[in-house]
Nanobody, 117 residues
C-alpha cells in the first residue's frame, strides 16, 4: 500500500502562483513514476506532469508546459508541482498518483486549486 497526501491548494488570481506538495508513505519503493493529474468540474481527469522515481525525465501536458514544474525530494518522499502564470482554466482538483505498473496506481485525495480572472 502507498498513501499519498496532497497539500498547497487554494484560491489565487490569474497570473499568480501556487506550489502543491504530495507526501508519500508506505511501500513507496514500488512507485516507478510519480505524477500529477487534475479534474475540473464536468470534465474528465487529465494528466498534468510526471517524473520517474529514478532519473529526471519529466513529462508535461502541452497545456502546462513552460508554466508548471514537477520536482521530487526522494529523501523526504515528497513530490511537488510549482504552478506559475496560473489561468482560470487551471481550476481543478489536483491529485498526486504513484504508478506501480502501467495499469496500477495509487491516488491521493486531491487538493482544490481555484484561479479567478
Amino acid at each position: 500500500q502507498v498513501q499519498l497526501v496532497e497539500s498547497g491548494g487554494g484560491s489565487v488570481q490569474a497570473g499568480g502562483s501556487l506550489r502543491l506538495s504530495c507526501a508519500a508513505s508506505g511501500r513507496i519503493f514500488s512507485c516507478y513514476r510519480m505524477a500529477w493529474f487534475r479534474q475540473a468540474p464536468g470534465k474528465e481527469r487529465e494528466f498534468v506532469a510526471s517524473i520517474p522515481r529514478s532519473g529526471d525525465s519529466v513529462v508535461y501536458a502541452d497545456s502546462v508546459k513552460g508554466r508548471f514544474t514537477i520536482s521530487k525530494d526522494i529523501a523526504k518522499n515528497m513530490v511537488y508541482l510549482q504552478m506559475n502564470s496560473l489561468k482560470p482554466e487551471d481550476t481543478a482538483v489536483y491529485s498526486c498518483a504513484c504508478s506501480v505498473t502501467s495499469s496500477s496506481e495509487y491516488w491521493g485525495q486531491g487538493t482544490q486549486v481555484t484561479v479567478s480572472s
